[in-house]
């Protein structure tokens, strides 16, 4: 099957113009090519394309699927893209123009080059038969064209859902903000009382000072000291380890 035949099963179609001496075409479509220059439009013949280069020179390179072909800046008539796909969300007139300006476009070459006129046929039908649809009150959504009053549906579910879901993020936050202020209020009371936390309960302050004060001080404290050079450091060291030693003889 020729990339000619194979762009028939395209359904949306766009148009990209042949510029200037330096442009690039992207996306399958078809080019019109002139055996001599001075033949007439309707005499081109016209083959598929993947990607069209134009630089400086006399020659235009045309890629298609199969190779490469340097044709001669004279005898390239000019070409029309074909794109991959239609926009999936169509609901105003600004969403269809660009498939107005293509249907015109491409509505164009075909009668210019009327080689090309079989082959792009069912595109220029299935343009028409886009606008056709959006002019009937209908609108693509997601890709499916809809009754407009049927999407009108769908955009007050989805606010409703917009609505509800704003509404329990509102509740969520104050909900966190209220659990918030009634633990610093409680905090701030225990306080009063004359209670801190230790970390798992709120006990009184003198319990907490009276368990730190207990803590045994560990045989490496009491000898720390003894690892300095000097005779100061030595006797704190001994007088240290002889008040552990009565510490645990009276425990």
């Known amino acids: 099957m020729s990339k000619a035949s194979t762009l028939l099963k395209s359904l949306s179609i766009g148009l990209a113009t042949f510029v200037g001496w330096s442009s690039v075409a992207k996306g399958d ?4 090519i002139k055996e001599q220059d001075f033949h007439s439009d309707s005499a081109a013949h016209v083959i598929g394309y993947s990607r069209i280069i134009a630089h400086p020179g006399p020659y235009v390179k045309i890629i298609t699927s ?3 072909i340097n044709i001669q800046r004279s005898k390239f008539a000019g070409n029309v893209d074909v794109m991959t796909q239609i926009p999936s969300f169509i609901e105003s007139d600004q969403d269809l123009a660009p498939i107005r300006l293509s249907l015109e476009q491409i509505t164009n070459f075909s009668k210019r080059f009327t080689k090309s006129g079989p082959l792009l046929k069912l595109h220029i039908a299935a343009l028409q038969s886009h606008i056709q649809k959006f002019e009937d009150n209908q609108v693509r959504h997601e890709g499916v064209w809809i009754p407009r009053m049927e999407y009108a549906k769908i955009l007050a579910k989805e606010a409703r859902e917009r609505k509800e879901n704003e509404l329990n993020r509102q509740q969520e936050f104050a909900e966190l903000e209220r659990k918030k202020n009634a633990d610093a209020a409680f905090a701030s009371e225990q306080t ?3 209670l801190a936390y230790d970390g798992k309960e709120w006990v009184p302050k003198d319990q907490i000072n009276h368990s730190a004060s207990d803590i045994k001080p560990s045989l490496g404290d009491e000898i720390a000291p003894i690892q300095k050079p000097d005779m ?7 007088a240290n380890l002889e008040s552990l030693s009565q510490k645990q003889i009276g425990a």
């Open 232 to 238: 100061e450091s030595a006797k704190v060291a001994v």
């Open 29 to 32: 479509g078809l080019a019109a």
């Open 192 to 194: 009063k009382k004359g």
């Open 66 to 68: 199969q190779k490469t």
